[in-house]
């Protein structure tokens, strides 16, 4: 979740402390069981069909014919840029 939505779903929000997780159940059926015992839904919700695209606005004539452009403008010679000083790039700190 934290790679994800840069959220810590570990880290406590009422005093900060980490939580630990205390187990990861895979099994179908037992994860059925849990969901019926607490009264939540063990089906997943249906799927909604796909839109199409957006709807076009009716043409009204002759697109707008762009002026014709000549060659790109000149910037006018400057002297050198100047250079600026090197600096060290922030640390952040993640905690994986």
Known sequence: MLRVSAKDVLASL???SRRHM???IADGLVIRRILTHLGLPTEPPPVAPARGPPPVAPARGPPPVAPARGPP???PARG???VAPAREPPQRE???
């Open 14 to 16: 009422r005093c900060g």
């Open 22 to 24: 205390l187990a990861a």
């Open 80 to 82: 050198p840029l100047p």
């Open 73 to 75: 403008p000149v910037a």
């Open 94 to 96: 993640f905690a994986w």
